[in-house]
């Protein structure tokens, strides 16, 4: 079956027989090799199994173009399309609480791209912000192998300032300063909770506040 993704490239399934075996060597932290997306379904199972939390990454869309009936009783997609998502990576509950964020990597040292979002995905998070939903992003420095959890609310920010003629990008030191470090663990990999629980509390304190 062949996969396109929304520029029409063709998606190629990597050939394990043509891969080298290495020699395994001790696993750090953060020094896995694995994506962050990897990373946060491995640390979302962690808090499923666990009973703490249960958040799941969003299917992709996908598109079917091509389909084959050999037999009226099955049916073999020929060829398909990955389509835009139309939402952020990942949602979920957590202590009766709907998350909703998303997960981006960068390989720059200073600053992190705007252009990594959409404006479908701002819309959508300030969607759910407007229904009292947590919103967030985490994001990870890959030279630096550091990841932050930085409030939907920051993200805006820079975001509708960027559309009247802003910087196109968020600076590291804004992210240090108004989000949250994620150090790696053992179990989970990305404890990302601890930092919603922080948000969680800055962010009754500040209904408290306004009262």
């Not at 750090?28 to 946060?40: A, T």
């Not at 967030?136 to 030279?143: A, G, M, P, Q």
């Not at 240090?176 to 994620?182: A, P, Q, T, V």
């Amino acid at each position: 079956m062949n996969f396109h993704y929304p520029s029409g490239k063709k998606y190629k399934v990597a050939n394990a027989s043509s891969k080298q075996i290495r020699p395994q060597t001790p696993i750090q932290f953060g020094k896995r090799g694995m994506s962050l997306e990897d990373e946060l379904n491995e640390s979302n199972q962690y808090y499923l199994s666990h009973g703490i939390a249960v958040v799941h990454k969003k299917p992709t869309p996908i598109q079917i173009v091509k389909v084959d009936y050999p037999k009226r009783s099955a049916a073999v997609i020929k060829e398909a399309y990955f389509r835009q998502a139309s939402t952020t990576d990942y949602n979920g509950v957590y202590k009766g609480y709907y998350l909703d964020f998303d997960a981006k990597e960068t390989k720059r040292k200073t600053a992190f791209p705007l252009d990594n979002f959409h404006d479908h995905q701002i819309r959508h998070m300030k969607a759910c912000l407007a229904a009292k939903g947590i919103c967030f992003t985490i994001i990870k420095f890959v030279e630096l192998d550091q990841i932050f959890l930085l409030p939907a609310t920051n993200l805006f920010y820079f975001w509708d300032r960027q559309k009247k003629g802003g910087r196109k990008s968020i600076p590291l030191s804004y992210i240090k300063e108004n989000g949250y470090l994620i150090k790696y663990h053992l179990n989970p990999l990305i404890p990302y909770l601890n930092a919603v629980d922080n948000l969680l509390i800055k962010q009754h304190e500040g209904e408290h506040n306004a009262k």
